[in-house]
């Protein structure tokens, strides 16, 4: 049992992702401590009452050496507590959870509209232009992909709104809650994946149809679509799945302004918010949503590819 590839495999990943959470907590307290200045006094305001400012540092455990700051800080995350709002005095963990689903749901949602427009576009343009034909399909293609990844979503975010908000009037101007609020925010958010995934299913469904089984299967005289769909497809996603899995953590950080152009309730409105307002608890306890997010993904992501290729985790081994 000790010696199986995959208990040696999810053993490393665990680790791995431990080491990383580890990291990313300790520099998101860092954060605090190296910013220039007094953050509670900068988040009160100068004209705060000194006692205030100085209950809150106390509150806050802001007098208390480092190490001693450092340790009560991993304990209280370990519980769950996530610290107290310099600006409102609230449990950060509260706002936390009730911004984060919305956010998971943008996230999510574009990624799958992402991913629906990604795989068949790119079958269909490698199966349309391999072996170099149709030139004119591959030139629209190439061009057209291009031009959508290189469009940043945050400017994307606003033509959409001046567009379809404000002069059509199709969509709200910002807001959450009715269906078609979600429209707006995930296009944005999902053009540019959805271009660069495309390129990228096109460029390994090209790679796997020149392999022998592919032509073995051809001179069976199988059906084309059963050749695509079945025999091609599943061995293109393999190493798709891969670059998926960063979209998805792209995607999570673009929230951060497309919820801005759009004023969505999630957690990337509310970091800016908290920057701004100098609300560093807050901050601290965001990026580390975020980038456990990111780390999880990943981690989700190489588990997903062990899975589907029990073979790339028996070589890694």
Known sequence: ?????????????????????????????????????????????????????????????????????YGAYLRNLLSGDLGISMGSGEPVSTMVIERLG???????????????????LGV????????????????????GSMLAAAVPEFLLAVGLVYVFAVNLAWFPVAGAGTLSSFVLPVVALAVA???????????????????????TARAKRLPARRIYLRHA???????????GGLMLTTMVAGTVLVENVFAWPGLGSRIVQSITAKDYPVVQAIILVYGGLVLLVNLLVDIALALSDPRSTIREA
């Open 1 to 69: 049992m000790l010696d199986s590839p995959w208990l040696s495999f999810a053993l490393r990943r665990g680790a791995r992702f431990l080491a990383s959470m580890w990291v990313l907590v300790t520099a998101a307290f860092l954060m605090m401590h190296l910013v220039p200045g007094d953050p509670v006094r900068a988040a009160l305001g100068i004209d705060a009452p000194a006692e205030l400012v100085e209950s809150r540092r106390e509150a806050l455990g802001l007098n208390d050496p480092l190490l001693t700051q």
């Open 102 to 120: 919305a956010t998971v749901q943008l996230a999510l949602l574009a990624f799958v509209v992402a991913a629906a427009i990604a795989v068949p």
């Open 124 to 143: 269909t343009a490698a199966v349309a232009t391999r072996a170099g034909r149709r030139r004119g399909v591959e030139l629209v293609f190439a061009a």
């Open 193 to 215: 994946p959805a271009a660069i995934l495309a390129r990228i299913v096109r460029v390994e469904m090209l790679a796997v149809l020149q392999e022998d089984f592919i032509r």
């Open 233 to 243: 497809l599943p061995n293109a996603l393999t190493a798709s799945l891969t670059l």
